[in-house]
């Protein structure tokens, strides 16, 4: 008896072990400039959804900065001509030149995308990483049976379909790119992609979708091909983000986009699938992961009341 007892509390210890020294290493210890990887070779270019607001421009800046070219997409000319001249203002830190910066315009939650056309215009150019970043929620008084089809359309075009068959017209591209030298195709998430909330039912099921097709398809280009010279695939999850899609001030769990960017371009390329890239967020998801939940969902669902009221409030005083 006493030997099982043994035997579970070693099992146990060598767990809470594990994840604590896992813990301090990504977040502490691990080298974060494993990006370097993806500027091999001559102009390598990035490629970032939703590049004229929050996470998506500072991501684009940070890369820039780092001595990528950019690809940036956006859905209003003005501001992604503003954003492409601000980012070409300046020399990029280590290269200490002006970056090529190339840009294409789409409303993401349309149908009929030429995605197939948008490769075609980048078509020679050495895509190293792309980043999608663009995706929103709405958040309306009416119930889920009282929005319509195309409403809820709109909102799986815009967080599911454009990454996904964005990704899938780069494909080809990123193949040849990923013989020669590492290639990256990176999601961004949300921690409701398992976190069930009210009101923003199609937002955790289109990222949760996402998740499941990076992971996916992280396999299945390495069923063909070896691992060396296969395209990577990762999803990054994160919490409140302080940006144009939720506007409040930073706060430890709730960090700036640039603060955010910066994480995040730092776990590119460290080799794993799924990354929470910043530590606030890890923490306030440990919470989530260990509590109880019922408890969970008692939490969530009264932090989340105040949000959904205000949200709609202001949905009635713009209709
Ligand atoms: N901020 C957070 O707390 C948070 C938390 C979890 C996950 N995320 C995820 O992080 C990503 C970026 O969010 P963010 O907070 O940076 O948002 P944001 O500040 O609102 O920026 C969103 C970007 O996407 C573009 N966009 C929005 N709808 C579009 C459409 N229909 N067609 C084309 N472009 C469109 C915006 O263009 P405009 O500039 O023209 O509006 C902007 O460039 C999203 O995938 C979001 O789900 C954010
Ligand atoms: C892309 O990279 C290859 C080598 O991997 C190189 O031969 C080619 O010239 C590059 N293309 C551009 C447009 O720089």
């Not at 976190?195 to 039912?201: H, N, V």
């Amino acid at each position: 008896m006493s030997i099982i007892i043994y035997s579970i509390g070693l099992i146990a210890s060598f767990a809470i072990a594990k994840s604590i020294l896992d813990f301090l290493w990504f977040y502490f210890l691990r080298p974060t400039n494993h990006w370097q990887k993806f500027l091999q070779g001559p102009s390598p270019y990035a490629v970032v959804t939703g590049a004229t607001d929050g996470i998506g421009k500072a991501t684009a800046k940070e890369l820039y900065d780092k001595g990528f070219n950019l690809i940036l997409h956006g859905r209003s000319e003005k501001k992604l001509k503003d954003v492409v001249e601000k980012i070409q203002s300046v020399k990029s830190k280590s290269t200490g030149q002006i970056q090529d910066v190339k840009c294409f315009l789409e409303d993401g939650s349309e149908a009929g995308i030429d995605f197939e056309g948008i490769a075609k215009k980048f078509e020679g150019l050495n895509v190293t990483i792309l980043v999608n970043n663009v995706g929103s929620f709405t958040i309306r008084p009416e119930r889920f049976d009282e929005w319509t089809e195309e409403e809820h359309m709109k909102q799986i075009r815009l967080n599911s379909l454009f990454p996904m068959f964005l990704t899938r017209a780069f494909l080809s591209s990123l193949r040849t790119t990923a013989c020669a030298r590492p290639a990256l195709v990176v999601f961004i998430g949300s921690f409701s992609d398992e976190t069930p909330m009210a009101k923003i039912i199609l937002y955790s099921a289109t990222k949760h979708f996402v998740r499941r097709l990076a992971l996916g398809l992280h396999a299945d280009e390495r069923f063909d091909t070896p691992d060396d010279k296969a395209v990577s695939f990762m999803y990054a999850n994160l919490g409140p983000v302080s940006s144009q899609m939720v506007r409040e001030p930073p706060s430890f769990v709730r960090p700036s986009s640039k603060l955010f960017a910066e994480k995040l371009v730092g776990t590119f390329g460290c080799g794993r699938q799924m990354v929470v890239p910043y530590v606030g967020h890890y923490l306030m998801r440990l919470t989530f992961t260990t509590l109880p939940e019922f408890l969970v969902a008692k939490m969530l669902s009264t932090s989340a009341r105040g949000l959904i009221e205000e949200a709609i409030k202001k949905s009635k005083s713009q209709s």
